[in-house]
Nanobody
Framework: QVQLVESGGGLVQAGGSLRLSCAAS????????MGWYRQAPGKQRELVAT???????NYADLVKGRFTISRDNAKNTVYLQMNSLKPEDTAVYYC??????????WGQGTQVTVSS
């Protein structure tokens, strides 16, 4: 069984920064892609950023240049540094990890609220 635990969400003013973390634990041989998704009220869940085990990254256009995804493979942890936050970034942020053999897993979500 694999668990993903997110941390780092909260309330911040527009223009501020937050850093999200997501640690995977359990029976893990290896993790392929890891990523962050978000879901705002009344909207579908959308991709924010992904990173391969080799460090190749992919970002949604809305966050390019403001957000940075990184990972520590030894700790099975993925991070999301969010700078220049905007009110429209307000959402529940979910961590995702594709665990070898076991498939995709999701975290419970962490709330990010950006005030104007």
């Amino acid at each position: 069984q694999v668990q993903l635990v997110e941390s780092g969400g909260g309330l911040v003013q527009a223009g501020g920064s937050l850093r999200l973390s997501c640690a995977a634990s359990g029976t893990i041989f290896s993790i392929n892609d890891m990523g962050w998704y978000r879901q705002a009220p009344g909207k579908q869940r959308e991709l924010v950023a992904t990173i391969t085990s080799g460090g190749r990254t992919n970002y949604a256009d809305l966050v390019k240049g403001r957000f940075t995804i990184s990972r520590d493979n030894a700790k099975n942890t993925v991070y999301l540094q969010m700078n220049s936050l905007k009110p429209e970034d307000t959402a529940v942020y979910y961590c995702n990890a594709f665990v070898t053999i076991l498939g995709p897993h999701w975290g419970q979500g962490t709330q990010v609220t950006v005030s104007s």
